[in-house]
């Protein structure tokens, strides 16, 4: 396919702070300055290689769309505890529509309409929801609410539950809280290292859903060196799409010069896919839009491989297409590597009668 050419100024593109970080002051040389970065950038074709699958996985798809229900059923407002996803576009549209986003159930008058959010919670929150009498719509993906039940599962047989996965990350810490007493958690193989268990012939591993797979494959091997008995889930719990976007980009990376993954900053899966790139060797950026988009980061970039977390809405993917072809025009070749038909149904307290 081939785009059109467009006037740079309206594609949303930015050039670059200017040098040593500060502001210009002087504008005339500022302006000389993006003219040049935009000279620079500019291509008669540029190649976009588009990775697929990309944008929604079929866990956002629900959260999203439990929203959107509890909203058309109950009204507005209805209160979500953190973000539904971790996407601010996602977020500023559903808060466009009536719902209110909130850090902690203290937050939720008590009666009202709470939604837990795809990265699950752990059973104190549920606790809590409870006592206040709040009306809960549970959006846990079920792929984290298998972690969870085997996080329980573990533990009840006596294990140590190594949960390998991102201090501080909201579905770490809705894991961590199904049995606290019995679970520890490594970020890295130098964790594992410097790991003590009460047993070590009793020890069992999740991970986080979201994680790279070869970087997390690198800490289970540490961990079954120190403890050979080591036990962990059937199936794996990085789920198959962080799985399937992460294989994707490999398959456009190493023949692009430049990669662009579309997704918010606090998106786990969108910031292993830029780190996945990089340790590549290709250089790779993570931008919510198209106004985070660089002018400097396309000179010399013929080829752009182009992703998107699985949080990402797909129409953000098109606008940076569009704003590409900005700066020339775009030959989009798409590589697929698999075809995603999994769907989950939605939870009960959401579903029409």
Do not use: F
């Given at each position: 396919m081939l785009t059109g050419t467009a006037p740079p100024a309206g594609i949303g593109l930015v050039p670059g702070p200017p040098a040593g970080g500060a502001e210009s002051a002087d504008p005339a040389g500022a302006?000389?300055?993006a003219f040049a970065a935009w000279r620079a950038a500019a291509v008669p074709v540029r190649t976009v290689l588009l990775a697929a699958p990309r944008s929604f996985c079929a866990g956002v798809e629900r959260a999203v769309e439990v929203v959107e229900r509890a909203l058309a059923q109950r009204g507005s407002p209805v209160y979500v505890r953190k973000q539904i996803v971790h996407n601010t576009h996602v977020v500023a549209d559903l808060e466009s529509r009536g719902a209110v986003f909130v850090e902690e159930l203290d937050a939720v008058?008590?009666?009202?309409?709470v939604v837990f959010s795809a990265h699950g919670v752990s059973p104190a929150v549920r606790s809590e929801a409870a006592a206040r009498g709040l009306a809960v719509v549970d959006a846990t993906c079920p792929l984290v609410t298998k972690v969870h039940t085997e996080a329980r599962r573990y533990?009840?047989?006596?294990?140590?539950?190594?949960?390998?996965g991102h201090a501080g990350h909201e579905e770490v810490e809705g894991t961590l809280g199904e049995a606290p007493e019995r679970t520890v958690l490594v970020e890295s193989a130098a964790d594992v290292a410097a790991l003590e268990v009460p047993d070590p012939e009793r020890v069992s591993y999740l991970t986080q859903t979201t994680l790279a797979v070869d970087e997390t494959a690198e800490v289970v091997d540490a961990l079954r060196a120190r403890f050979p008995a080591l036990r962990g889930p059937a199936s794996a719990d990085i789920c198959y799409a962080t799985t399937n976007r992460q294989d994707a980009l490999r398959s456009i990376a190493e023949d692009a010069d430049l990669v662009l993954v579309v997704g918010s900053h606090n998106s786990s899966n969108s910031q292993r896919l830029v780190e996945l790139a990089r340790r590549g060797g290709t250089p790779a950026h993570l931008?919510?839009?198209?106004?985070?988009?660089r002018a400097a980061w396309l000179a010399g970039a013929a080829t752009v491989g182009l992703t998107a977390g699985?949080?990402?809405?797909?129409?953000?993917?098109?606008?940076?297409?569009?704003?590409?072809?900005?700066?020339?025009?775009?030959?989009?070749?798409?590589?697929?590597?698999?075809?995603?038909t999994v769907r989950f149904t939605l939870p009960s307290a959401v579903r029409q009668p």
């Open positions: 302006a000389r300055a008058p008590e009666g009202a309409t533990a009840d047989r006596g294990d140590t539950v190594v949960l390998i931008v919510d839009d198209t106004g985070d988009i699985a949080s990402a809405p797909p129409g953000l993917v098109e606008a940076v297409i569009t704003a590409l072809g900005g700066l020339g025009r775009v030959a989009v070749r798409e590589r697929e590597t698999t075809r995603e």
